[in-house]
């Protein structure tokens, strides 16, 4: 969560930005896809008014040694595309997001996060990846998908998730977009099962035009796969799809789907240790800057406040919010306008939970109290969807000098009190605590005589399945043998 809290029309970028795909040119691709071949002038445009947004909804666009690495392995694969001949034709964006994810719009514009870099093992994954995604453009799955995209705006996987399973497909659906509309966690369109299999084919393509080894699509694939089932693990759920394969679905399936189309044979450069100097100490999970979340505790030492979700409840840290997901409800954490008053800061996010035409959401009254030293104002409302009533809160906290923030969160009927706990651990920090959040590392090691998987994955900075955390960021098993000189992944302070 950023220190300011801004409200982005991403859909609206979005549709604007894929729109142009219909102006291009097209030439036969892999199983009859049409491909572009060119980038017009008009997609160029639109992809530079798009991408400012883009790049900051994803905490944004990371600089130094890292980025440039990562922006020559993009251009080199996008080239492959055949969209242009100029390296200075595309923008390649390493993004500073927390978030397993990559996209590309029409334009030339390339996109992987930080997080997602760092679960890859070798540079061939990073370009399979990214070239899947250029895929998508070439393609022009965008601008076939755009009728969805325009019908069902684009939003964040929880938003998706809360105003499906909880608020149904009524009206007041709306308001699980407006808590829930974390651009970071889902961004890129759906596309078909066709459609990937396509995007996959054309970037196994680029991989062999570039010289690497082809099958590191299918080894990529399979790594999301297994850090997704972890990710549900460790939070006790039982979703199977990862972050940024949320969008490319069937992972299982497309590991076997690419290892076929690459030929289990094949050979290729792959650049393991190349690419493991190039994005060592990239910073893993939070930034500080944007708030760390450990385990249940959210700590921001910019904001100088911290929080702690209820138990069975788990966090998610966004570029504009924080969302808390449990079984018996939904939460965000968030920031808006302050002009002193609580009773108005209140009443303007209610109104902001639903959009224009909408019934409005009004709590029947509004209490006062304290919470550790801060005036706090909240109130409850109810609301009747396709899913039955539901309680919407909103819990307001005045941190004086003009700065406010709130919590909105959605129960059933009666059951908005599953937040109390989090409601009452608002707190402010000290200079010393906050100057005590470090950010996490990605650390390169070469393996020493003696060392384990279970001894070097001591070394990580968590107290939760370190093992299981070491083993998926490095695509071993726990079988694994280690050789003297090998080189392995950390995460740590």
Same mark, same amino acid.
């Given at each position: 969560?950023?220190?300011?809290?801004?409200?982005?029309?991403?859909?609206?970028?979005?549709?604007?930005?894929?729109?142009?795909?219909?102006?291009?040119?097209?030439?036969?691709?892999?199983?009859?896809?049409?491909?572009?071949?060119?980038?017009?002038?008009?997609?160029?445009?639109?992809?530079?008014?798009?991408?400012? =947004? /883009?790049? !900051?909804?994803?905490? @944004?666009?990371?600089?130094?040694?890292? %980025?440039? $690495?990562?922006?020559?392995?993009?251009? &080199?694969?996008?080239?492959?595309?055949?969209?242009?001949?100029?390296?200075?034709?595309?923008?390649?964006?390493?993004?500073?997001?927390?978030?397993?994810?990559?996209?590309?719009?029409?334009?030339?514009?390339?996109?992987?996060?930080?997080?997602?870099?760092?679960?890859?093992?070798?540079?061939?994954?990073?370009?399979?990846?990214?070239?899947?995604?250029?895929?998508?453009?070439?393609?022009?799955?965008?601008?076939?998908?755009?009728?969805?995209?325009?019908?069902?705006?684009?939003?964040?996987?929880?938003?998706?998730?809360?105003?499906?399973?909880?608020?149904?497909?009524?009206?007041?659906?709306?308001?699980?977009?407006?808590?829930?509309?974390?651009?970071?966690?889902?961004?890129?369109?759906?596309?078909?099962?066709?459609? =990937? /299999?396509? !995007?996959?084919?054309? @970037?196994?393509?680029?991989?062999?035009? %570039?010289? $690497?080894?082809?099958?590191?699509?299918? &080894?990529?694939?399979?790594?999301?796969?297994?850090?997704?089932?972890?990710?549900?693990?460790?939070?006790?759920?039982?979703?199977?799809?990862?972050?940024?394969?949320?969008?490319?679905?069937?992972?299982?399936?497309?590991?076997?789907?690419?290892?076929?189309?690459?030929?289990?044979?094949?050979?290729?450069?792959?650049?393991?240790?190349?690419?493991?100097?190039?994005?060592?100490?990239?910073?893993?999970?939070?930034?500080?800057?944007?708030?760390?979340?450990?385990?249940?505790?959210?700590?921001?030492?910019?904001?100088?406040?911290?929080?702690?979700?209820?138990?069975?409840?788990?966090?998610?840290?966004?570029?504009?919010?924080?969302?808390?997901?449990?079984?018996?409800?939904?939460?965000?954490?968030?920031?808006?306008?302050?002009?002193?008053?609580?009773?108005?800061?209140?009443?303007?996010?209610?109104?902001?939970?639903?959009?224009?035409?909408?019934?409005?959401?009004?709590?029947?009254?509004?209490?006062?109290?304290?919470?550790?030293?801060?005036?706090?104002?909240?109130?409850?409302?109810?609301?009747?969807?396709?899913?039955?009533?539901?309680?919407?809160?909103?819990?307001?906290?005045?941190?004086?000098?003009?700065?406010?923030?709130?919590?909105?969160?959605?129960?059933?009927?009666?059951?908005?009190?599953?937040?109390?706990?989090?409601?009452?651990?608002?707190?402010?920090?000290?200079?010393?605590?906050?100057?005590?959040?470090?950010?996490?590392?990605?650390?390169?090691?070469?393996?020493?005589?003696?060392?384990?998987?279970?001894?070097?994955?001591?070394?990580?900075?968590?107290?939760?399945?370190?093992?299981?955390?070491?083993?998926?960021?490095?695509?071993?098993?726990?079988?694994?043998?280690?050789?003297?000189?090998?080189?392995?992944?950390?995460?740590?302070?």
């Amino acid at each position: 969560m950023k220190t300011t809290r801004r409200k982005l029309a991403l859909g609206s970028a979005l549709a604007m930005s894929t729109a142009g795909l219909a102006g291009f040119a097209g030439v036969a691709g892999p199983a009859g896809a049409q491909a572009v071949d060119s980038i017009s002038a008009s997609d160029k445009a639109q992809g530079a008014k798009a991408n400012p =947004e /883009l790049t !900051a909804e994803f905490g @944004g666009r990371l600089t130094g040694p890292q %980025a440039t $690495y990562v922006e020559s392995v993009g251009k &080199t694969i996008a080239l492959q595309s055949g969209l242009s001949n100029a390296r200075s034709d595309f923008t390649v964006t390493l993004l500073n997001s927390p978030v397993n994810n990559a996209f590309a719009i029409p334009g030339g514009y390339i996109y992987v996060t930080r997080q997602l870099t760092a679960l890859m093992n070798n540079e061939a994954e990073l370009a399979g990846v990214l070239g899947h995604e250029v895929g998508h453009v070439a393609a022009r799955h965008s601008n076939k998908r755009q009728k969805a995209a325009q019908r069902n705006s684009i939003l964040g996987a929880l938003g998706s998730v809360l105003s499906g399973a909880i608020l149904g497909d009524s009206g007041f659906g709306r308001i699980g977009q407006q808590i829930f509309s974390q651009g970071s966690q889902l961004l890129t369109l759906r596309f078909s099962r066709t459609q =990937e /299999l396509e !995007a996959d084919k054309l @970037g196994i393509t680029y991989l062999r035009r %570039a010289g $690497y080894d082809p099958r590191a699509m299918s &080894t990529v694939l399979e790594s999301l796969a297994r850090q997704n089932a972890l990710e549900s693990q460790l939070r006790g759920s039982t979703s199977q799809t990862p972050e940024w394969a949320s969008t490319h679905p069937d992972p299982a399936s497309r590991v076997r789907d690419a290892l076929v189309q690459a030929g289990a044979n094949a050979t290729g450069t792959t650049n393991r240790d190349k690419f493991l100097a190039g994005i060592d100490g990239l910073t893993y999970d939070d930034d500080p800057r944007q708030g760390i979340v450990d385990g249940r505790k959210f700590t921001h030492p910019e904001l100088r406040l911290a929080f702690d979700a209820p138990e069975g409840f788990y966090l998610v840290n966004g570029a504009k919010s924080v969302s808390i997901t449990g079984q018996s409800g939904k939460a965000e954490f968030s920031s808006a306008s302050f002009n002193g008053n609580l009773d108005t800061y209140v009443a303007n996010v209610f109104a902001g939970l639903t959009g224009s035409g909408q019934p409005g959401v009004r709590p029947e009254s509004l209490e006062s109290t304290t919470v550790n030293g801060l005036p706090a104002r909240y109130g409850v409302a109810t609301a009747q969807t396709n899913s039955g009533t539901m309680d919407v809160a909103v819990f307001a906290y005045d941190f004086g000098n003009g700065k406010a923030y709130h919590f909105v969160t959605i129960t059933q009927a009666g059951g908005a009190g599953a937040f109390n706990t989090m409601f009452r651990s608002m707190r402010r920090i000290t200079a010393a605590q906050a100057g005590s959040v470090k950010p996490r590392r990605l650390s390169v090691v070469s393996v020493k005589a003696g060392d384990t998987v279970r001894s070097l994955s001591s070394r990580m900075a968590y107290t939760d399945a370190p093992l299981d955390r070491f083993l998926v960021l490095n695509g071993l098993q726990q079988d694994a043998r280690l050789t003297p000189g090998q080189k392995v992944k950390l995460v740590t302070y």
